[in-house]
């Protein structure tokens, strides 16, 4: 599903004009991204939780000529505490 699909159908179960959907997906999007970019967690109870992962800085090789590099620190995201019956719901749908 992409964003376009996501607005579409948010206005559909919500009863909301796509307008008012496209600004409530776009609100929750940045609200979400100013979060984590301030270093907080963000728990949907219910749903699971996105959470800001760092990672240290290491050596890496580069695989044509086996030279040794640094790989700088980086930040990444992690989807954490899938609730349950999400899980096991995608389950049932793939057997």
Request: contains cysteine; glycine residues 8%; charged residues 25%.
């Amino acid at each position: 599903m992409n964003k376009t699909e996501l607005i579409r159908k948010v206005s559909a179960k919500s009863g909301l004009s796509k307008k008012n959907a496209e600004n409530a997906v776009n609100a929750f999007i940045e609200t979400v991204t100013e979060a984590l970019k301030a270093g907080d967690d963000v728990q949907l109870i219910g749903f699971g939780s996105f959470q800001v992962k760092q990672r240290a800085a290491r050596d890496g090789r580069n695989p044509q000529t086996g030279e040794t590099l640094k790989i700088a620190a980086t930040n990444g995201l992690s989807w954490l505490k899938c609730r349950y019956n999400l899980i096991e719901f995608l389950n049932l749908m793939f057997i």
